[in-house]
């Protein structure tokens, strides 16, 4: 069972950003609540993305199985800002 809600997120240090989107790809795992979640794996480590689809600018984009991790830069770098627990390291 996939649950929706965060628990105990703790943020450890990530590698650079454009370590991470570099030739890598974010994989769909689950949809939930409207929430996407998106999984990256740069090599070295895994990350989580979460995209709340629900909001504005997402009414026409079209979400797919599998995105280039740049295309998603946008909101993986604010996930890192905002250290809302929308982008998080795994392993």
């Known amino acids: 069972m996939i649950r929706c ?7 450890i240090e990530m590698e650079k950003l454009t370590n991470i989107v570099k ?3 974010a994989n769909l795992v689950h949809v939930c609540n409207g929430k996407v979640i998106y999984q990256i794996s740069s090599g070295e480590h895994l990350y989580q993305l979460e995209i ?3 909001e504005k600018e997402w009414k026409t984009t079209y979400l797919t199985p599998s995105f280039k991790s740049i295309s998603l ?6 996930g890192l800002e ?8 795994l392993r």
């Open 73 to 78: 830069m946008r909101w993986i770098r604010k």
């Open 5 to 11: 809600h965060r628990i105990g997120i703790k943020q």
């Open 23 to 25: 030739g890598t790809r």
């Open 52 to 54: 709340n689809s629900n």
């Open 82 to 89: 905002q250290n809302d627990g929308t982008f998080i390291k």
